[in-house]
């Protein structure tokens, strides 16, 4: 008698009981139940997982934040810092033989008074060279202190610094003047005037 695989799966198929059924439908069930009981876990540790992914993009970001002030930290920009031994300098009107002065503004009542280390070189821009002595120091610092205290502002002392933080020279002014510090080459800096209105309340 031919047998063949064909009609031997037929036959099986033809002769499975609803019981058999009913436990491969029980069996699949099962499997279903499992594998939503593995995801229900997973997803009850997520929040875990989330909260180590965002301290790993924590970390990324503040060593991007650490790289960029580093490739920053020698950027062609100064600063001026206010300077308590720099007022009291002015005040008592020395001049410092290392330094180059210069003024802004009215030759009178100047806006600003700079000194730049002789070390360096200053793009002038409006600035004009001063030869200080003592007495044409306390002259234009007396000036100054009048006229500031007629607006009701204080003069102060300030370093100024290159983009390294090293200290190039000094600025007497208001304490409300601004002005910018730029290196602009080997040793050379351009430091911007204090506006025209400098003694003008804001």
């Known amino acids: ?3 063949s695989l064909n009609s031997a799966v037929k036959h099986a198929s033809r002769c499975r009981s ?3 059924d009913t ?3 029980s069996f699949l069930n099962a499997a279903s139940h ?5 995801n229900r876990k997973k997803t009850l540790k997520d929040p875990q997982m ?6 790993a993009i924590g970390i990324i970001l503040v060593a991007l934040i650490i790289i960029i002030l580093w490739r920053t930290a020698d950027a062609p920009y100064g600063k001026i810092r206010p300077s308590q031994k ?3 300098a002015y005040e008592r009107y020395e001049v410092d033989g290392n330094l180059v002065y210069y003024i802004s503004g009215s030759e009178n009542y100047p806006n600003a008074i700079i000194g730049i280390e002789k070390t360096w070189n200053l793009d002038l821009g409006l600035w004009k060279p001063m030869e200080f002595s003592p007495g044409n120091m306390k002259e234009l610092v007396q000036n100054m202190l009048n006229k500031a205290a007629f607006r009701r502002m204080n003069l102060h ?3 100024i610094l290159d983009n390294r933080g090293e200290k190039i020279g000094n600025c007497f002014s208001v304490l409300n003047a601004v002005t910018t510090v730029k290196i602009t080459g080997e ?3 351009a430091v911007y005037t204090p506006p025209l209105d400098t003694y003008h309340d804001s």
């Open 23 to 25: 436990a491969a439908g």
């Open 187 to 189: 040793k050379t800096v």
């Open 1 to 3: 008698m031919a047998f």
């Open 34 to 38: 499992d594998a939503l009981e593995w």
């Open 86 to 88: 720099v007022t009291e």
């Open 50 to 55: 989330n909260t180590q992914l965002l301290t």
């Open 157 to 159: 002392g300030f370093d």
């Open 18 to 20: 609803p019981l058999e």
